[in-house]
């Protein structure tokens, strides 16, 4: 395996990769570039980014850059899965696909790994994970309240999301009144698409334990942690359960 | 189908009191608190419910005084077919020395897109387990965003510096 970590888009992503035949420093070389561009064009802080270009209305429709066009169209499907409780739209300074775009992001820079050849490779944007490989990846789901402790552990063969408002109170909003609301301490998405696994994500817990509906019947999956201590999982979440079958072993010895 | 997911291990006794769900009945916890003891006013509950206090009770009143007088093989309950407004739901239980080492829905039919959601909503699974990192041999972290400085503190730069220093 070789790791490398990057410090882009305002966290650190860890990249692990298992070359196999293929070139683990070209391909992780791609996957960094794609993550920096995301970075250039979707920055709110610089004034000559596209996404702030955007906000000013200064592009027209065609100028829009192809990245530009893709995230739109992604933070309209994530909006309307989530029934508008993750909303790009309804954020204080206008469009602000921030929360969608470190997930599409690396969607696609692991889909860059992919391309370079290597035989599995997971990359974790600031505990957001996008992998692949023959077989699933072990991540565990961090204790909101212990960062030293897993509440479980998932075995993940695309990507898995994990919201809270633990690490940088406040900060996720209600789209339908903009105000701070953080109806459960964590909410993890399982699925298909990091970034929408990240809209999902977020959007339990600004809508709290009910949302469970919204992702259930949907190939996606979440385990959620309730204010008063509760951890609740849809049926089809892929918990590691011999991992759990032996925490239960040796608690009981 | 993709309903008859087994939960295991950790997950038992969280099932039992998912079942015996003892939260504000809403229609959404109808679906399941129902058939196992709430209402009882629908077709066929009466083999379901039975299963579920049956082994609700087992993991309430303590899993050791069962042990003794339970043979060690396991055995597989299955609740009748039971049918509601919303659809239908078999419960599926596995047991071994009087524990529940297995949970599932060998059955789930909804009888419209709406009743999906609300079976669904009611069928998640409580969860009880909190596991030290260091044990699990995981590969990775997810939580919620950390910035570049807390990730320094974080249980993935620690697995990053393990495969770093590799």
């Not at chain 1, 683990?24 to 000559?48: E, N, P, Q, Y």
Request: charged share 15%; net charge neutral; glycine share 12%.
């Amino acid at each position: 395996m070789i790791t490398h970590v990057e410090h882009v888009m305002g966290t650190a992503v860890s990249i692990t990769v298992d070359p196999g035949s293929g070139d683990a420093d070209a391909a992780i070389a791609d996957a960094c570039a794609v993550l920096h561009a995301a970075d250039v064009t979707f920055s709110t802080f610089k004034a000559g980014s596209a996404l702030s270009r955007h906000r000013r209305g200064e592009l027209r429709a065609e100028q829009l850059p192809a990245d530009m066009l893709e995230v739109l169209e992604l933070s309209a499907r994530a909006a309307r899965l989530t029934g508008g409780f993750f909303d790009p739209w309804a954020m204080p300074g206008g469009f602000d696909p921030t929360g969608l775009v470190k997930g599409w992001a690396a969607q696609r820079a692991v889909g860059c790994l992919r391309d370079g050849g290597v035989a599995a490779a997971m990359m974790n944007a600031g505990g957001d994970v996008a992998c692949f490989g023959p077989a699933p990846w072990r991540i565990g789901v961090r204790d909101p309240g212990d960062p030293e402790r897993l509440v479980c552990v998932a075995e993940v063969g695309e990507a898995i999301a994990t919201s809270g408002d633990y690490e940088r109170p406040g900060e996720l909003l209600d789209p339908h009144d903009r105000l701070p609301a953080a109806r459960l301490v964590q909410a993890t998405v399982v699925g298909g698409d990091l970034a929408l696994a990240d809209a999902y994500a977020t959007a339990l817990v600004v809508r709290g334990e009910r949302g469970l509906a919204m992702v259930d019947g949907t190939p996606y999956e979440a385990v959620i942690v309730t204010r008063d201590g509760r951890m609740l999982a849809t049926p089809g979440f892929p918990i590691a359960a011999r991992q759990l079958s032996s925490a239960c072993a040796t608690s009981s010895a | 189908m993709r309903r008859s997911t087994m939960v295991a291990g950790g997950a038992v006794l969280g099932i039992a009191g998912v079942i015996a769900l003892p939260r504000p009945s809403t229609p959404q916890q109808v679906a399941v608190a129902g058939n196992s003891a709430a209402t009882g006013s629908a077709n066929g509950t009466g083999s379901t419910a039975s299963a579920a206090e049956t082994t609700t009770g087992t993991a309430a009143s303590g899993a050791s005084t069962r042990a003794a007088s339970t043979k060690p093989a396991a055995r597989t309950v299955t609740g009748s077919l039971a049918t509601d407004q919303y659809g239908q739901l078999q419960v599926k239980l596995t047991i071994r020395n009087g524990r529940i080492t297995k949970v599932g829905f060998s059955t789930f039919v909804a009888n419209d897109g709406h009743s999906v959601q609300i079976d669904q909503f009611a069928a998640p699974v409580l969860i009880r387990e909190t596991i030290a990192a260091q044990s699990a041999h995981i590969q990775g972290v997810s939580g919620a965003t950390y910035t570049s400085g807390a990730y320094q503190q974080s249980l993935q730069a620690a697995i990053d510096k393990a495969g770093l220093n590799a």
